[in-house]
Each structure stands twice: as structure tokens, then as C-alpha cells.
């Protein structure tokens, strides 16, 4: 089963907390998920994969510019995981 999150408008706090105990729970670093549009992470339980849109860093953790010259440089990762993950995160 996939299970897919997008966002399309800015993260508030309570719900940016969330997601980042969230991604730790999974061996993610917060710091690289793009939560911003059009930011995602999605889940195949089946799979055991968390699929999520990440910033593109260098060796010192500095974010690469994309072509534009206007924003950050992004690509898809995937994690492969030993159980199925956790739920997404209830915010309310």
C-alpha cells in the first residue's frame, strides 16, 4: 500500500516537529527533506520503502543551487527498510 503526503503550502511548527521525529524514527535527517513545494514523502509499506524529495548537498552539508540560480537543488531518495515504516504523523 503507498501512501503519499505533499506539501503545497509553508509547514507549521507543531506539524514540522512532527515530521522530524517522524523521519528520525526512519534514519532520516530532517535538515534534507524538502517540506517546501512541492516537497513530499511517500510510503510503500508493502515495499518497506519511504520515497521523499531532498535537497542536493555537498560533503559539508551545503545545499547545491539548481540550474534557475533561484532555489535549491532537489532529487528524489528512496530508503530501504528492514519492517514496514511507522504511520505518517496525526497533526492536529
Known amino acids: 500500500m503507498v ?4 506539501w503545497n503550502r509553508p509547514v507549521a511548527e507543531n506539524e ?5 521525529e517522524w523521519l528520525r524514527q526512519h534514519s532520516i535527517d530532517p535538515d534534507t527533506v ?5 516537497g513530499f514523502i511517500e510510503v510503500d509499506s508493502d515495499a518497506r520503502l519511504i520515497r521523499y524529495l531532498a535537497f542536493d548537498v555537498n560533503e559539508n552539508g551545503n545545499r547545491y543551487v539548481a ?11 528512496v530508503v530501504q527498510l528492514e519492517s ?3 504511520d505518517f504523523p496525526v497533526v492536529s
Open 3 to 6: 501512501t503519499r503526503v505533499e
Open 16 to 20: 514540522r516537529l512532527a515530521w522530524c
Open 34 to 38: 524538502a517540506v517546501v513545494p512541492p
Open 67 to 77: 540550474p534557475c540560480g533561484r532555489c535549491a537543488s532537489t532529487s528524489v531518495r
Open 84 to 86: 514496514p515504516p511507522s
